[in-house]
């Protein structure tokens, strides 16, 4: 019986999970705001490419998935010159974070020139 349970436990434990992680991307056509601060993290606001409504995007500051300050000068080349640039932003959603973890994690961002 000790020995069916130790097959079951190594079986449970090899077993892939249910849910896996979903990456999203954000293209801002326009950005009205970005905020940044210790207790918000990142929350960005703007219209989103093909879209007509603002859509507001929050990226916890200590993500897993990276530090999100690095993309500081990209946001003030976006917000400087918003006709000429578009932002995107990649955030990667876990369904089922573990409890030391936030469910959204940074993953980069990225200025295109529009056409």
Known sequence: MIGKKYILGALLACAPLASHAVVTTYTFDSISSIENGESIGLVITGVLVNDTVPTTVAIP???????????????????????????????????????????INFKGCKVDVKS
């Open 61 to 103: 500051r200590y993500s897993s998935g990276g530090y999100i300050d690095r993309c500081n000068s990209l946001y003030t080349l976006v917000l400087s010159l918003p006709s000429v640039y578009s932002l995107t932003i990649t955030v990667d959603v876990d369904p089922n974070p573990p409890p030391t973890f936030p469910a």
